[in-house]
């Protein structure tokens, strides 16, 4: 489902190509994520090592990327050959965003929250970054990661919650603000402009309202209407936590505030059990 997603996220006609296909593929609806990768970056082979076995037809489609493809070859393959090259293209690009000039691209886009903001009330519309739940192309599509909450979110368009995470990777935000740490965003602080003038009452019903569409996504039945006898404890261990990685590591200050929060955790859901278990 995913692959066939992928293969419609882009939109444009022939005539788009006129300039290079990079700039048709960037300037087609849907693909709002993705940076410029300078194709000095892409006439590298070494950065391309291994792509060829991901990636059918590899030399067409990379032909084709850096506009040199054969006119004949273009309009005999042009279908299958743009499907092969957006995919190459979106596994150059995780590659390229992490080196020292695509996170310069990135933090640009960033700084103009184009990936969107946090929908988590407390978080006061912080910008989120891109990230892949993989790096291994077709499994999972990309998601969004909030600095501040240190959670995960979907992309509000359905374009692009298309998107193949594999595209940005599993390191990119995590590397990003280690890189640059004066980007780490505050735990708390005042409010955006705009939204300092938010009632108590407000954001509480908005916690509230996140609570209930947090606790409704990890156990249908209260969805249903049959929350009443619902554990609190039990709902509270079925959450899943998000664990940032660089290269497949954890971060070490990072993993060790999450092993303490975890700590935390089960304390409160002993003490739910034992409230549980004396109200039964």
Partial sequence: MLHRAVEEVSTGSDSDYSSSWISWFLSSKGNEYFCEVDEDFILDRFNLTGLNVEVSNYTQALDLITDQLDDDIQDELRGSLDVQARLLYGLIHARWIV???????????????EFGRCPRVL?????????GLTDIPYEKSVKLYCGRCEDLYSPKSSRHGSIDGAYFGTTFPHLLFLVYPTLIPPKVGT?????????????REGENRVRRRLREEMDPAIAEGGGENISTASVALKAERYKPRIYGFQLNEIAKLQRWQEAVRDRQVARLE???ERGS
């Fill in 99 to 113: 080196t020292a000039r695509g996170l310069t691209k990135m933090i640009e886009k960033y700084r103009r929250a």
């Fill in 274 to 276: 034992e409230l549980e």
């Fill in 191 to 203: 409010a955006d402009s705009g939204a300092g003038s938010t009632s108590g009452t407000t954001t």
């Fill in 123 to 131: 978080c006061q519309p912080q910008p989120l970054l891109p990230v």
